[in-house]
């Protein structure tokens, strides 16, 4: 499993740094966000350390997006959103507002989210 020694996801993926894992298996993880924009604010992160969006391949990645999709969907219904709507979303570099370089999926809702960008 590739990782960054001094990534804060890559310590949570490996149990060095604990936390509250809403949802675990062996491709991802999800959390809730430690600084909610939402009543539901949840992140799904690969346990593979992969820096940014930038990084993707279809090829290589589209069966690991298609699983955090389905991990997202899972979470939506677990938190009753699923019918009513939500929010996935990467952020990527700095002017996308990524701040932790550590490919990660926001999941947001529970309540009207206004258009974007």
């Not at 949802?23 to 939402?38: E, G, M, S, Y």
């Not at 820096?51 to 389905?70: K, N």
């Amino acid at each position: 499993m590739e990782r960054e020694s001094d990534c804060l996801f890559c310590k949570m993926a490996h149990g060095e740094f604990a936390v509250d894992k809403l949802h675990q298996d062996a491709l991802v993880f999800a959390i809730a966000d430690i600084a909610p924009r939402a009543p539901v604010h949840v992140l799904i992160i690969p346990r593979n350390h992969i820096a940014s969006a930038r990084q993707l391949d279809a090829s290589e990645h589209g069966p690991l997006l298609g699983h955090m999709v389905s991990v997202a969907n899972k979470l939506a219904g677990d938190f009753d959103i699923d019918e009513r709507g939500y929010r996935l979303a990467f952020n990527v570099g700095e002017e996308g507002g990524q701040t932790i370089y550590h490919l990660h999926m926001h999941l947001l809702g529970g309540r009207p989210l206004a258009a974007e960008g």
